[in-house]
């Protein structure tokens, strides 16, 4: 059973040592001041659910032939600039954004646990808006409906009531949910839910460790000599980080790719933009009502023939170069994030 806690004010060490960047850096989402830190990346096509093995990042760097550099994020290998010869080694999903995965969440919790004094005394933030409490959860499905969709019933909330309407543990740009327990506890949500904390740490706060909610990947702060443990670990997949580290990247020939995306758009309406995982085309419609178009229509192919569409609401009187670069680098990055 989860002790779920009012004590909020114990977060309040990790407000602190957040640093503040615009555009995002690792120690916004980790807290700085620890010797050292490392990246924990998280695999692909790992959703807890379906049949599918783990597929790790350098498996797709092999496939690519793309350097895993220290800040490299998924799309850095998964989206090369030219078409590999072999199909992908991984389909249905990118990495799993915001949480570990079951074998990587009980390795760390091994190391961790003799990292600290008070493995029996951690705390534990879930974010606020898991909507853990609607009636039906999404399910990816594989085998004969490979890639198909259903609902299955979520259950009972495991937050009561109570515990949503507050208090809060209050972060730039986040709220969460505390609970308290011994270190096993940062597994409580995995087997049903598939989530690990999104900030977890010891009483005597030797160490902490960050699941952002919008990363595929997980920091860990501590010691230089955990640190290094966890970058020698085979079982783990591992880069180097470092204070101030860019949260987000886009690599040059993506960039190269949306320019001329925006270019096309704005001189014919519509785009396609062909990769080694998938094909979209993006289309402005104009509903009449003015001289602006009002939306950015994206239709994207997988490389897994998974199909999907989405579309971007643009605002009147803006400058709309400034609105599809954007709007299309997300959509193009979401052929392997998705």
């Given at each position: 059973m989860v002790r779920w806690s009012r004590a909020v004010g114990e977060a309040d060490w990790i407000r602190e040592r957040l640093a503040t960047h615009p555009r995002g850096v690792s120690t916004s989402v980790v807290p700085g001041g620890f010797?050292?830190?490392?990246?924990?990346?998280?695999?692909?096509?790992d959703d807890g659910r379906t049949r599918q093995a783990p597929v790790r990042w350098?498996?797709?760097?092999?496939?690519?032939?793309?350097?895993?550099?220290?800040?490299?994020?998924?799309?850095?290998?998964?989206?090369?600039?030219?078409?590999?010869?072999?199909?992908?080694?991984?389909?249905?999903?990118?990495?799993?954004?915001?949480?570990?995965?079951?074998?990587?969440?009980?390795?760390?919790?091994?190391?961790?646990?003799?990292?600290?004094?008070?493995?029996?005394?951690?705390?534990?933030?879930?974010?606020?808006?898991?909507g853990w409490e609607s009636p039906a959860r999404l399910v990816a499905t594989t085998g004969d409906g490979a890639g198909a969709v259903r609902t299955a019933p979520a259950g009972d909330?495991?937050?009561?009531?109570?515990?949503?309407?507050?208090?809060?543990?209050?972060?730039?740009?986040?709220?969460?949910?505390?609970?308290?327990?011994?270190?096993?506890?940062?597994?409580?949500?995995?087997?049903?839910?598939?989530?690990?904390?999104?900030?977890?740490?010891?009483?005597?706060?030797?160490?902490?460790?960050?699941?952002?909610i919008d990363l595929a990947w997980t920091y860990v702060g501590g010691r230089t000599a955990l640190i290094e443990r966890l970058g020698a670990d085979p079982r783990l997949e591992t880069?180097?980080?470092?204070?101030?580290?860019?949260?987000?990247?886009?690599?040059?020939?993506?960039?190269?790719?949306?320019?001329?995306?925006?270019?096309?758009?704005?001189?014919?309406?519509?785009?396609?933009?062909d990769t080694a995982c998938g094909t979209l085309r993006a289309v402005l419609v104009d509903e009449g009502r003015g001289p602006d178009p009002r939306w950015l229509r994206v239709s994207r192919t997988g490389g897994d023939g998974s199909w999907g569409e989405s579309r971007s609401r643009l605002r009147a009187g803006a400058d709309l170069r400034e609105q599809l670069g954007p709007c299309l680098t997300m959509a193009v990055l979401s052929l392997v994030d998705g």
């Open positions: 010797p050292a830190y490392v990246r924990l990346l998280h695999p692909a096509a350098t498996q797709v760097a092999a496939w690519s032939g793309m350097p895993l550099r220290p800040d490299a994020e998924f799309h850095s290998v998964a989206l090369p600039p030219g078409r590999p010869p072999e199909p992908a080694p991984w389909s249905l999903q990118g990495p799993r954004l915001g949480s570990l995965s079951a074998d990587d969440a009980g390795q760390l919790v091994a190391h961790l646990s003799g990292a600290t004094s008070t493995p029996e005394r951690c705390w534990f933030c879930l974010w606020a808006g898991y909330d495991p937050v009561p009531a109570e515990v949503r309407r507050g208090p809060l543990v209050r972060l730039p740009g986040r709220e969460y949910l505390l609970y308290e327990g011994p270190i096993t506890e940062a597994l409580a949500f995995l087997d049903h839910w598939q989530q690990t904390p999104n900030l977890w740490w010891p009483d005597d706060r030797a160490w902490c460790v960050a699941s952002e880069l180097r980080a470092w204070p101030g580290q860019p949260l987000w990247q886009v690599e040059p020939w993506v960039r190269r790719w949306v320019e001329g995306g925006v270019e096309e758009l704005l001189s014919a309406g519509d785009c396609v933009i």
